[in-house]
């Protein structure tokens, strides 16, 4: 299994790193602008292979698409990351141009690659994909609800002081800090909804913790997270490689789920060696669906800068 990462910046990187340690892949090419990067980031992680006992190959291009010949699978985290006080939407003039090129040359080197988009604004980010490329709608996933669900499980593990392997809950929704939608009623504690532990303003709370999420890192960091990002890239990556069938909240095309359509937005679907196998259709109260189309409404507000 060939899988390339274009841009081996934070979260690229961390991503290739991540998906060699889960030594799933046989090979992983790095792909950068910046003369050099790729080459270097690549050799530096294949010299922990012995260290952490992976054989996965790592190789790093400076813009040679021709190196990424047929992967089956490949993440794109080019772009710009925000800057403290940034929202994801301020970055769509530079990584639309960014992302439309890269999805471009990725598909004329691979016409059968399945595509994860991570650049931001990520939603509409894989809308353009969509309306470029026009490959089958189970062949773009946008990356945003499963990291966003991963910050939800541990801010909600934090609440209940316990482990967050004990926490089950999922993120829906535009992946921005006002869009997401962390389903609180539904998430569980070892089966035992949350709502049994924790107040309505404790996960209320949790709820605006998890939303800032992103921004709460990018303050401390001076720039956008990348560990759990590239975590939660490679998760998917993973699900498609070994056809897991894994369930997560990922950007997808919607053509009348959710009574939504025209536009790629979190929701839950089933990530098997197809891509996107079936897209989940939850069982929403009023409260949630309002948020949900609000959610859609200014995805399509972004979608329209395009
Ligand atoms: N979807 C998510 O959940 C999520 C999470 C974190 C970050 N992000 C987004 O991912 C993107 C990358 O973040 P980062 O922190 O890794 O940024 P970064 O600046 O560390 O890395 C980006 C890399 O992309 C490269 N690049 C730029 N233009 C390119 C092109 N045309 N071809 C190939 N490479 C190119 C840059 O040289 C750089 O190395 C940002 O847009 C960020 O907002 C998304």
């Known amino acids: 299994m060939k899988i390339t990462v274009v841009g081996a910046g934070a979260v690229g990187a961390s991503c290739a790193e991540y998906i060699a340690i ?10 950068d602008i910046k003369e050099g990067v790729a080459e270097g980031k690549a050799m530096d992680l294949m010299q922990t292979a012995t260290l952490n006992g992976f054989d996965t190959r790592i ?16 993440v794109i985290t080019s772009g710009i990351p925000r800057k403290p006080g940034m929202t994801r939407e301020e970055l769509i003039g530079i ?10 040359q990725l ?13 931001n604004p990520m939603d509409t980010m894989t809308y353009l994909a969509h309306k470029e490329l026009n490959l089958p709608k189970n062949r773009i996933i946008g990356m945003g609800g499963a990291l ?16 967050a392997s004990d926490v089950d809950g999922m993120v829906i929704g535009g992946h921005s800090d006002t869009g997401m939608l962390p389903l609180t009623r539904l998430a569980t504690r070892n089966s035992v909804r949350v709502t049994e532990f924790l107040s309505e303003e404790r996960l209320a709370q949790v709820s605006e913790d998890t939303k800032v999420g992103g921004a709460t890192l ?18 998917l990556v993973q699900s498609i490689a070994c056809d897991q069938k894994k369930m ?10 959710y009574g939504l359509k025209d536009l790629c937005i979190g929701v839950p679907v089933i990530i098997g060696k197809n891509g996107i196998e079936d897209i989940v259709e939850l069982d929403l109260n009023d409260d949630e669906k309002t948020k949900l189309k609000e959610s859609a409404e200014a995805v399509k507000k ?3 800068l395009l």
């Open 22 to 31: 889960k030594d799933f892949a046989s090979e992983v090419v790095l792909l």
């Open 302 to 304: 972004t979608n329209a």
């Open 107 to 119: 598909v004329k080197h691979s016409p059968n690659v399945t595509l994860i988009v991570v650049s």
């Open 148 to 163: 966003d669900s991963a910050r939800f499980k541990y801010r909600l593990s934090e609440a209940l002081n316990c482990p």
């Open 218 to 235: 990018t303050k401390l960091l001076g720039t956008s997270a990348w560990y759990a990002p590239g975590a939660a890239v490679s998760s």
């Open 95 to 104: 990584n639309a141009g960014i992302v439309k090129d890269v999805a471009t």
């Open 248 to 257: 997560f909240p990922c950007s997808t095309l919607l053509e009348g789920e």
């Open 59 to 74: 190789s790093g291009t400076t813009g040679d698409y021709s190196q990424t010949k047929d992967s089956e699978i490949a």
